[in-house]
């Protein structure tokens, strides 16, 4: 009887596997968390461009300003909560996303937002 046929080595392959499957769940995730955050980010800029004339002028922006300011908070939780998965486990037989990865994507598109957001109330 071979190794691989041993009872705790079959059990131990499948934890293996489910927690490579977790860690391609979590990228996944994180993907829809930055998706939903963009789609935010978009509404609130849609909603500026669309409503930019309507009095009180400042009305649009504040309304906009809630949207981008919702979708730097969701990009700022993906990339906490997905942080938090990769350092409780292991990848073994999948390389998951570095860390610093997530990092830098959530950096990237926040910032991006609170550029978008210097501009819609800097810029007349």
Do not use: Q
């Not at 949207?67 to 700022?76: K, P, S």
């Not at 998951?96 to 937002?113: C, H």
């Amino acid at each position: 009887m071979t190794d691989d046929n041993l009872p705790d080595n079959h059990a131990e392959r499948k934890t293996d596997l489910a927690e490579d499957r977790t860690l391609l769940a979590n990228e996944r995730t994180f993907a829809g968390w930055v998706r939903t955050g963009l789609a935010s980010v978009g509404i609130g800029l849609g909603f500026h461009a669309l409503f930019e004339k309507m009095e009180p002028s400042w009305l649009p922006r504040a309304i906009s300003t809630c949207f981008i300011l919702a979708g730097i908070t969701i990009f700022y939780l993906a990339e906490r909560n997905s942080r938090a998965l990769l350092k409780k486990l292991d990848a073994h037989a999948v390389e998951p996303v570095r860390r610093m990865n997530l990092r830098i994507v959530a950096v990237v598109v926040g910032g991006g937002s609170f550029i978008l957001l210097a501009g819609i109330w800097l810029l007349v």
